[in-house]
C-alpha cells in the first residue's frame, strides 16, 4: 500500500522559478526521505528529514515537516532542465520505507 | 566504492515463465530490499532481508519470492509469470537511514 499522495502530480515550470512539491503520509514515521528518479530508472536519494525535525536545507533543497499535519513539502529553488525528473517522498516506518506515487516535474529551458 | 548493481538491465520472458532478478548492494551493507514500479501503480514494497534472512514481505502473492545469500547479494524470483508482473524492479541497500538504489531490471512479459 503507499505511505501517502503527493501533490501534484505533475508540474511544469520555466528555468529559475522554485518547485515545490508536497506530500502526506498516514502512519508514523522514524523519518521522511525524498527520492529522484529520472527517466525509469533508479531512485536517488535527496534528503532525509527526522520526525523530530521541522525544517531542514541541502543546496537548493528545503524541506519541511509538519507531524501533527502528516504532511512534508520538498522546495527545489532556482530550478534548471537538469532537475526535470519525477520526485518521490517515502516513510521510514519500522520496517521499510513506504512511497507516495510521486510528482513528475518538468523545468522548461 | 560501487554502488547498489542490478542485472540484468532487461529481461523479456513469456506468460508462465520463471525470471531470476539479482542484486549486489553496497559492501559492507547487510540489508536489501526489493520494489516493484509499475507504470501508474508507484513503488511498492515487496521483500525485506537482512542477514541472510526474508524480514518482511509486501501483499504480493508466494510466486514473488527470493533470497540473500552469504556476501549479502540477493535473488528475487517470480514464477509462474503474468502479464501484470511487467514492471520495473529496483532493489536498494541501506545504511543506517538512507537507502542507495540501484537501476533497476526492467521486465517485461509478453
Known amino acids: 500500500s503507499q505511505q501517502g499522495e503527493e501533490d501534484p502530480q505533475a508540474l511544469s515550470i520555466q528555468e529559475g522559478e522554485n518547485a515545490t512539491m508536497n506530500c502526506s503520509y498516514k502512519t508514523s514515521i522514524n523519518n521522511l526521505q525524498w527520492y529522484r528518479q529520472n527517466s525509469g530508472r533508479g531512485l536517488v536519494h535527496l534528503i532525509l528529514?527526522?520526525?523530530?525535525?521541522r525544517e531542514k536545507h541541502s543546496g537548493r533543497l528545503r524541506v519541511t515537516l509538519d507531524t501533527s499535519k502528516k504532511s512534508s513539502s520538498l522546495l527545489i529553488t532556482a530550478s534548471r532542465a537538469a532537475d526535470t525528473a519525477s520526485y518521490f517522498c517515502a516513510g521510514a516506518g519500522s520496517y521499510q520505507l513506504t512511497f507516495g506515487k510521486g510528482t513528475k516535474l518538468s523545468v522548461i529551458p | 566504492e560501487a554502488g547498489v548493481t542490478q542485472s540484468p538491465t532487461h529481461l523479456i520472458k513469456t506468460r508462465g515463465q520463471q525470471a531470476t532478478l539479482r542484486c549486489s548492494p553496497i559492501?559492507?551493507?547487510?540489508?536489501v530490499y526489493w520494489y516493484q514500479q509499475a507504470l501508474g501503480l508507484g513503488l511498492q514494497f515487496l521483500l525485506w532481508?537482512?542477514?541472510?534472512?526474508?524480514?518482511n514481505r509486501g501483499n504480493f502473492p508466494p510466486r514473488f519470492s527470493g533470497r540473500q545469500f552469504p556476501n549479502y547479494s540477493s535473488e528475487l524470483n517470480v514464477n509462474a509469470l503474468e502479464l501484470e508482473d511487467s514492471a520495473l524492479y529496483l532493489c536498494?541497500?541501506?545504511?543506517?537511514?538512507?537507502?542507495?538504489f540501484g537501476s533497476g531490471t526492467r521486465l517485461t512479459v509478453v
Open positions: 532481508y537482512d542477514e541472510g534472512e526474508e524480514r
Open positions: 528529514i527526522r520526525s523530530n525535525e
Open positions: 536498494a541497500s541501506s545504511y543506517a537511514y538512507g537507502y542507495t
Open positions: 559492501s559492507g551493507h547487510t540489508s
